[in-house]
């Protein structure tokens, strides 16, 4: 009903990244606006709601229990539920609003700045980590590629649009793991051949073209999740594929995931551009599964800043 975001990207902007205490600070400043932003948004007042659904992690500790402790008195206050929602699992539930006749089961790429995970998704409670990164995430190899190419904090959207200009098969960077008998990724080889790329043509005085390298770079990252996604529907005979978190925002890796589905018979599905990054609404809808299987939390629910998929405190 309503999606209220408030991004603190300006604030962090100058530091070429997120600085918790900062975090922590603003969302302090800013989170009884944004409630009552919500409200107002929707039409509803604090009694026409049915419980308060919060992230209590996986997550930076500070900025999580600014949510939590507000989350909790309002709970409190007006008397309803509370619903403690892992921020991962809010990102595949994304796909339930943009996508009212999807439902588990389903495998779900997850690729966000934090993370970059392939899920199992066998019903609304019932997840299975089939891979995931064992270094950096996919939003993480772009930011810091980005940066090297001269792009200001977070870079991913920027590296996206430079890699339009781009040729894609200019470079051969590598494609981590694509060829081992597992589903999970690595980036960090990929971000540091790129780096080398980049110094070896600096220190020898030749030009580079920023727009291939952004371009070829974004192939290799495109192959190798395309390739294990696909992989970990056919393995496990799952004919439904959800890509969700903020890189899925990439239209490159969008169409090329759509394509590769189509081409293995696999229903693909993605959110809307602004339920793929951070929201509320999609913390929303994984408390309102929660609420319908009967799985509330007490107010003295803590964060948990590692909190894994499927994990239940
Ligand atoms: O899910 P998200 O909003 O926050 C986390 O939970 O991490 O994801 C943010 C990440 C950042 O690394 C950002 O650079 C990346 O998503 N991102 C993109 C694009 N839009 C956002 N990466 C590549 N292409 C994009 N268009
Ligand atoms: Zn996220």
Do not use: W
């Not at 922590?24 to 009552?36: A, G």
């Not at 790429?109 to 891979?131: E, P």
């Not at 589905?261 to 994984?286: E, G, H, Q, W």
Request: hydrophobic share 40%; with cysteine; net charge negative.
């Amino acid at each position: 009903m309503s999606n209220i975001i408030l991004s603190q990207v300006a604030i962090h902007e100058k530091y070429g990244g997120v600085v918790p205490e900062i975090a922590s600070r603003n969302h302090i400043y800013d989170i009884s606006e944004v409630v009552d932003a919500s409200l107002s948004d929707a039409g509803v007042n604090l009694d026409d709601i049915d419980a308060v659904a919060v992230t209590y992690g996986p997550g930076l500790v500070g900025a999580l229990l600014v949510g939590l402790s507000y989350a909790k008195g309002l709970s409190f206050a007006i008397n309803k539920p509370l619903i403690g929602v892992n921020h991962i699992e809010g990102h595949i539930f994304a796909n339930f609003i943009a996508h009212t006749a999807l439902e588990p089961p389903l495998i779900s790429l997850v690729v966000s700045g934090g993370h970059t995970h392939l899920v199992y998704m066998k019903d609304y409670s019932n997840f299975q980590i089939l891979g995931h990164t064992k270094d950096d995430a996919a939003g993480e190899a772009y930011d810091k590629v980005a940066r090297c190419l001269g792009l200001t904090y977070p870079g991913g959207p920027k590296l996206e649009l430079l890699a339009r200009e781009g040729n894609p098969n200019a470079l051969d960077f590598p494609r981590a793991m694509i060829t081992e008998n597992n589903l999970d990724f690595s980036f960090s080889g990929l971000k540091s051949a790129v780096i080398n790329y980049l110094n070896k043509m600096n220190m020898t005085k030749q030009p580079t073209n920023f727009a291939d390298v952004a371009a070829s770079f974004q192939q290799a990252v495109s192959d190798v999740l395309v390739e294990k996604a696909i992989r970990a529907c056919k393995e496990n005979s799952v004919a439904t594929l959800a890509l969700c978190g903020g890189v899925a925002c990439n239209g490159f890796l969008r169409a090329n995931l759509e394509n590769a589905a189509v081409n293995n018979d696999i229903s693909f599905y993605v959110p809307t551009k602004i339920l793929c990054t951070d929201n509320a609404a999609m913390i929303a809808s994984r408390g309102y599964y929660s609420l319908n299987s009967g799985y509330t939390h007490t107010l003295s629910l803590n964060a948990v800043s590692n909190l894994k998929i499927g994990e239940r405190v």
